[in-house]
């Protein structure tokens, strides 16, 4: 997501008659697109002083911010560039590869427990579908071959009438030669008619990414992810009857407060019943103004690296 929105100010710059700079010393502007979801990504913000140091350029700040950092941030950057401002406006970027990302949602309503998008992104918008189907027309007219929908949580899109499925049947019907893609949906909203759809869609390139985030029913609860992995094992299961060469990813987060080692062997023997061909596998750090902030942050930062090197030895492609 913060890739698609980087290349969007990108484009918006070079409309306003920006080029890029070959390096920070020759540049006139540099844009900082920060991401809040890690706290070592807003680490990396606050240490920026240090290494713009002497650099002569206007430093701009966008991206997710969390209010408690804004203050301090504003005294660090020249201005502050509203993430919501960069989002609904309908910057027409240009095709640099075949790949291009196409954000659909931003925001979310969900409020799992450890996640700070709601914070930082605020709550569900969804961009208009004709806007979306316009902007895959002239990408795959300009030579994209792969579109990535993106979206914090891609299957609660909603237009008006049009729902994400009916959206998938769309962008499916475009003319050209391309493949689609999306990330990331929530699994507790992953309907039978999405699944049937999918497998109906020529151009829906048969990778998924599903996230689980704990293969234990108790963390899931106090994850607030709103299924079980009864569910979710139920939801792979048809996935992968109505399409068999479906490659599956997911994400996983080990060491949530409380997480025992009993809880977590969970976690490894769902994997290996899923085998998934990827796992993107993060150590649970506490964000602020989250549900799970305010829970003791109970286990070992050791003990969360060894957790995480099982796991990652437990998919198909490591
Ligand atoms: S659904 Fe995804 S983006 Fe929304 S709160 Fe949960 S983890 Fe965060």
Redesign the pocket.
């Known amino acids: 997501m913060n890739k698609s929105d980087s290349e969007r100010i990108a484009a918006g710059l070079e409309k306003r008659g920006y080029q890029p700079a070959l390096s920070a010393k020759q540049a006139d502007l540099i844009v900082v697109n920060m991401c809040s979801v890690r706290q070592s990504a807003v680490d990396r913000v606050f240490g920026m002083p240090m290494k713009l140091k002497g650099i002569k350029a206007k430093k701009v700040l966008t991206g997710c911010i969390l209010k408690k950092d804004r203050k301090n941030l504003e005294k660090i950057f020249d201005e502050i560039w509203d993430k919501k401002d960069l989002f609904l406006k309908q910057y027409h970027r240009l095709v640099r590869s075949t790949v291009s990302y196409v954000p659909i949602s931003d925001g ?5 427990a ?5 914070f930082a992104r605020g709550r569900l918008i969804c961009r208009p579908y004709q806007a979306i189907l316009k902007e895959i027309c002239r990408l795959v007219k300009n030579g994209a071959k792969e579109i990535w929908l993106l979206g ?2 891609v299957n609660d899109y909603q237009s008006g009438a049009i729902n994400f499925t009916e959206l998938i049947k769309m962008v499916n019907d475009i003319s050209g030669e391309f493949k689609f893609f999306f990330m ?1 949906p ?1 699994p507790k909203n992953f309907s039978n008619e999405l699944i049937n759809t999918l497998a109906g869609c020529k151009k829906f390139g048969r990778y998924l990414n599903l ?1 689980v ?1 704990s293969g234990d029913d108790a963390i899931l609860k106090k994850m607030k ?1 709103n299924y079980t992995i009864k569910q979710y094992q139920n939801l792979v299961k048809k996935i992968r009857k109505k399409m068999p060469d479906i490659n599956l990813s997911t994400d996983v987060i080990v060491g949530f407060p409380g997480e025992t080692v009993k809880q977590f062997q969970n976690t490894v023997k769902l994997f290996k019943k899923i085998n998934f061909d990827i796992a993107y596998i993060s150590k649970y750090s506490s964000r602020p103004g989250t549900i799970a902030s305010k829970l003791k942050d109970g286990v070992p930062s050791e003990e969360k690296k060894r957790r995480r090197n099982i796991l990652s030895k437990l998919t198909k492609h490591g």
Not at 108 to 112: A, G, K, L
């Open positions: 979310c309503n969900n409020f799992c450890y996640c700070v998008v709601p914090q949580n990331s929530n996230p985030q992810r």
